[in-house]
């Protein structure tokens, strides 16, 4: 499996040294969300006004989906609902939006992502923090159109959202081995859509089964690649939760490739059509 990586590695590593050369690759990093996320660009307009622009308008509309959402601040519309002191009906547009998005990953992962069911102790609270971050992430890279022939990578907490510009080289991705953080176990070329991965290396056993509300412990990551980066969380998260059935339950996610690790050093990839 990882007999060419040295290569893949060296590789990439020569390209962004010479695209720095070039001018023509730029990143910029924030702290939001409570977490750091990355703006890379490739292109000829790397550092022209335009992404300056896009990237600021990204970063503030981070900022103010995570004062929304956030279930750290006491001030948040979810903060809010979960107290009982705001509706669903009486929330922002797109706090009604993310609770249907919400409602649709239950139901498309036979409820092993549910957002009413992910707090321990409190059964029935909604919680939309398994997909709004991606969600957010997707939403904000429409500032970019503005420069379409950069390549765009945002980074946040592990999930990637990926589009290609007139650039004709692909994105490589790396996936970090969950049992030493140092290492990475493969690489993916990708040119567009979105690569997420769930699992245990970072934040521990965070991963709820909703079936039987315990933490689950049998895959140690699962990183899904497919056309949505939203939905490649959640197929991640999902696939955390199903436990060691995840193997036979990714081959459903048409149009999706990935790889699991499992807690007994099982490796499992898969590439479906879509």
Same mark, same amino acid.
């Given at each position: 499996?990882?007999?060419?990586?040295?290569?893949?590695?060296?590789?990439?590593?020569?390209?962004?040294?010479?695209?720095?050369?070039?001018?023509?690759?730029?990143?910029?990093?924030?702290?939001?969300?409570?977490?750091?996320?990355?703006?890379?660009?490739?292109?000829?307009?790397?550092?022209?006004?335009?992404?300056?622009?896009?990237?600021?308008?990204?970063?503030?509309?981070?900022?103010?989906?995570?004062?929304?959402?956030?279930?750290?601040?006491?001030?948040?519309?979810?903060?809010?609902?979960?107290?009982?002191?705001?509706?669903?009906?009486?929330?922002?547009?797109?706090?009604?939006?993310?609770?249907?998005?919400?409602?649709?990953?239950?139901?498309?992962?036979?409820?092993?992502?549910?957002?009413?069911?992910?707090?321990?102790?409190?059964?029935?609270?909604?919680?939309?923090?398994?997909?709004?971050? #991606?969600? !957010? &992430? /997707? $939403?904000?890279?429409?500032?970019?159109?503005? +420069?379409?022939? *950069?390549?765009?990578?945002? =980074?946040?907490?592990?999930?990637?959202?990926?589009?290609?510009?007139?650039?004709?080289?692909?994105?490589?991705?790396?996936?970090?081995?969950?049992?030493?953080?140092?290492?990475?176990?493969?690489?993916?070329?990708?040119?567009?859509?979105?690569?997420?991965?769930?699992?245990?290396?970072?934040?521990?056993?965070?991963?709820?089964?909703?079936?039987?509300?315990?933490?689950?412990?049998?895959?140690?990551?699962?990183?899904?690649?497919?056309?949505?980066?939203?939905?490649?969380?959640?197929?991640? #998260?999902? !696939? &955390? /939760? $199903?436990?060691?059935?995840?193997?036979?339950? +990714?081959?459903? *996610?048409?149009?999706?490739? =990935?790889?699991?690790?499992?807690?007994?050093?099982?490796?499992?990839?898969?590439?479906?059509?879509?």
């Amino acid at each position: 499996m990882t007999t060419d990586l040295p290569d893949a590695i060296a590789d990439a590593v020569a390209t962004l040294r010479a695209e720095a050369a070039a001018g023509t690759r730029r990143v910029w990093v924030e702290q939001i969300m409570g977490m750091p996320i990355s703006v890379h660009v490739r292109g000829e307009e790397a550092r022209g006004h335009a992404a300056e622009q896009a990237v600021a308008r990204v970063f503030a509309d981070l900022r103010a989906a995570d004062a929304m959402f956030s279930t750290y601040r006491e001030d948040s519309q979810i903060s809010r609902i979960q107290r009982g002191e705001l509706t669903i009906a009486d929330s922002d547009p797109a706090v009604r939006e993310v609770h249907r998005l919400c409602e649709s990953a239950r139901l498309r992962t036979d409820g092993y992502v549910d957002a009413w069911n992910s707090i321990p102790g409190r059964p029935g609270v909604f919680d939309p923090t398994v997909l709004v971050k #991606t969600w !957010a &992430v /997707a $939403r904000v890279a429409r500032h970019f159109s503005a +420069v379409p022939s *950069l390549a765009l990578a945002i =980074g946040a907490g592990g999930d990637i959202l990926l589009t290609p510009g007139d650039e004709p080289e692909p994105w490589t991705i790396g996936i970090q081995d969950p049992t030493d953080r140092a290492r990475t176990i493969a690489t993916f070329p990708i040119r567009e859509g979105g690569t997420a991965t769930s699992g245990l290396a970072a934040r521990g056993a965070h991963i709820v089964d909703p079936h039987i509300g315990e933490a689950a412990v049998e895959v140690l990551s699962a990183t899904v690649i497919g056309p949505s980066l939203m939905w490649a969380d959640v197929w991640a #998260t999902a !696939a &955390v /939760a $199903r436990g060691r059935s995840a193997i036979e339950w +990714v081959s459903t *996610l048409f149009g999706t490739s =990935g790889l699991l690790v499992l807690a007994d050093g099982t490796v499992h990839r898969w590439q479906n059509e879509v």
